[in-house]
Structures are given as C-alpha cells and as structure tokens.
C-alpha cells in the first residue's frame, strides 16, 4: 500500500494448503505434490537485484511459475471436493473460504519493526533448533542482533539479507575470535558479515566478555508476581470506583434542569427515606399524576 497498489482476485496457493491442511504450505512442496517437479532451491537466497539477471537465475524463476496454473486448477478441485464432505457434515465452500484467507493478506499492512531491549530475545526463540544458549553466548545473539538491526537501517536492506537468522544463531554458539574463522561459519551466507568481519568479531568478543545481555526476559514466577500485583491494582481501582459520586438531573423550584451529585452509597438513604425521594421533595416519588 506504500505504492498505492492493492491487489484484488488473489489465490494464494500457501493459504489453500492451509485450508487443505498439506503437510507442508510451500510452493516446492506443492509443485513436488501435484507436479512431481524437485524445485531448484541454489537461488533461493540470491540477490535478484542485480542487473541483468543470469541466464540461470531467469531460468529458475520461469520453472518457479511455469507449472502455477496447473497448480491452482489442482488446488481448487481438491479444496471442491473436500468441501462437499461425506455426507456426515454441511457443504463447506473452502474455496470461497481460501479466497476470504488471501484477501486478508493482501489487506495487511508493513508495520516497520520497533526494537527495545528484549527484541533479541523474541527473535532468539524463533529458530527451529534455538536450544538453550548460556548466558555469554546469549549476549552475543543480542549484540549480533542489536548491530543486524542498525546496519539494515543504514544500508537500507532487509534483515534477512543482511544476517539470516540461522547465521546470527551459528555466530552466536561457534563465537569466532578472528575475521578468517568468523568467514568459515558465515559459509558465504552475508556478503555484509563478510565485509564487516573485523568489526563483528571484536563485537563478539566484547559481548563474551559482559558475561550476559544487557536484558532477560522476566522468569515465570516473575510475570506471575506481577499478574498478581496488577490483579490487586485493578480491585483497589474498582473499590474506589464504588464510592465516586453520580449526578441525576432534577428539575428545581424554578423549572431548571440541574445535575445533583449523589454518592453511590447513600441513594439506600436511611429511616425509610430514600435519597431519591428526599431530593424530589417528598418520601416517596411522585407518580405521573402529581
């Protein structure tokens, strides 16, 4: 929506394999599923950027989208006919409810990433195989991603381009001390990490040093103290609230609508009287007829 574009009729092959439940959502699986095609994976993580585009780069995206109809037309008679069911439920029309799915994505919005101190640690357990790292390593996950952060930002790249998450996480258990063993771990995934290994190596260093990151997320019993000290919070805010006075409009000797606070407490008033009737002149209400 920067661009003022919305795109509208999108068929989103990942959601009706979502909606399918296929063991997998991708477009290898699925062109591997219905095609029998292995899809050529070495340009996955290319730059396709640059200009121009090698033979085998054009090549590899032309297969990427060569067999996309067929697959689509397979999709939408599987997501038919699972609809129809087996006569033990209602027809379901997945097909409508892929495409509800797809518009949704196609209406979201990029919100641009706010980072605090425990960012690190939210994209830390996103990995597969994070494990548990110990404290120095943890901190070096942080440093790493503290710079990642920064150095997208100033070059204007993605933080998958400049250090995928899988890299960070090699960096940050293998902590190599010198540019030529920080490379051997990098393995050509970041042309950035290569090109700032000096500077990430002595970034390591320092974080191995600190011992731990400058933030932990809070421990179990921690975020249990602290729902119970809102929970009261909350009683203490409610209680008050009880005793806050009301205004009802009555009408005075002059005609004149005017708001008359009461506090909660008192409209029960007290001898038989209620507040109510007190303040409309009698020790009843007057009904209709008065």
């Given at each position: ?37 292995k899809a050529d994976k ?114 204007d790249e993605s933080i ?131």
């Amino acid at each position: 929506r920067d661009f003022g574009i919305y795109i509208v009729g999108m068929f989103d092959t990942g959601q009706a394999a979502r909606v399918l439940e296929l063991p997998r959502k991708g477009l290898a699986y699925l062109l591997d599923h219905y095609c029998g095609i292995k899809a050529d994976k070495r340009f996955q993580l290319a730059d396709w950027r640059i200009r121009p585009l090698s033979d085998a780069m054009i090549e590899y995206a032309r297969g990427d989208t060569h067999h996309l109809l067929y697959v689509y037309d397979r999709l939408r008679q599987q997501l038919e006919a699972t609809g129809l069911g087996d006569g033990s439920r209602p027809r379901v029309d997945l097909i409508k409810t892929t495409l509800d799915r797809s518009r949704d994505v196609c209406a979201t919005l990029y919100d641009k990433p706010v980072t605090d101190q425990l960012t690190y640690h939210v994209d830390y357990r996103k990995n597969r195989d994070a494990g548990d790292l110990d404290l120095p390593r943890l901190a070096v996950y942080a440093a790493l991603h503290s710079w990642r952060d920064k150095t997208s930002r100033a070059e204007d790249e993605s933080i998958g381009y400049v250090m995928p998450r899988a890299l960070m996480l090699r960096l940050a258990r293998e902590a190599p001390t010198t540019p030529r063993s920080l490379l051997a771990v990098t393995r050509g995934d970041s042309p950035l990490v290569a090109k700032h290994s000096g500077e990430i190596v002595d970034l390591i260093a320092r974080a191995m040093a600190a011992g731990a990151p400058p933030a932990l997320p809070p421990t179990a019993g921690e975020e249990y103290a602290k729902s119970l000290e809102e929970k009261k919070l909350e009683e203490e805010e409610e209680k008050k609230g009880g005793d806050e006075p009301m205004e009802i409009e009555v009408d005075d000797a002059k005609g004149v609508t005017a708001p008359v606070p009461v506090v909660a407490s008192e409209v029960a008033g007290s001898g038989g009287t209620s507040a109510m009737a007190a303040m409309m002149g009698g020790s009843s209400a007057r009904s209709p007829a008065d």
